[in-house]
């Protein structure tokens, strides 16, 4: 049985920093890209950033400079430094694992259960 399983959000003043956690179970981690994607309230889920098992990184231009996607294919981990942060950054994010390089949600096969984070004005 796969599991995701996020860690790491809060509250948080704009332009302060948090750092998110997923760790992945069940699975042969490294034949697996993972992400971050996140959704707001009323909006669509959005991709934030997604890593290879060779630590390659592609970002969205939203988060691109501010966020840094990390991952550990010892501890099955994959980390998200977030930095400068905004309230619009404020959502609920989501680590995600697939088979394929996608900024798609449809694009990956497991998520994980998702981890709120508010960042005040």
């Known amino acids: 049985q796969v599991q995701l399983v996020e860690s790491g959000g809060g509250l948080v003043q704009a332009g302060g920093s948090l750092r998110l956690s997923c760790a992945a179970s069940g699975l042969t981690f490294v034949n697996y890209v993972m992400a971050w994607f996140r959704q707001a309230p009323g909006k669509e889920r959005e991709f934030i950033a997604r890593?290879?098992?060779?630590?390659?990184?592609f970002y969205a231009d939203s988060v691109k400079g501010r966020f840094t996607m990390s991952r550990d294919n010892i501890k099955n981990t994959v980390g998200l430094q977030m930095n400068s942060l905004k309230p619009e950054d404020t959502a609920v994010y989501y680590c995600?694992?697939?088979?394929?390089?996608?900024?798609?949600?449809?694009?990956?096969?497991?998520w994980g259960q998702g981890t709120q984070v508010t960042v005040s004005s």
């Open positions: 890593i290879s098992w060779t630590r390659t990184t």
């Open positions: 995600a694992a697939g088979r394929q390089r996608s900024q798609e949600p449809r694009g990956y096969d497991y």
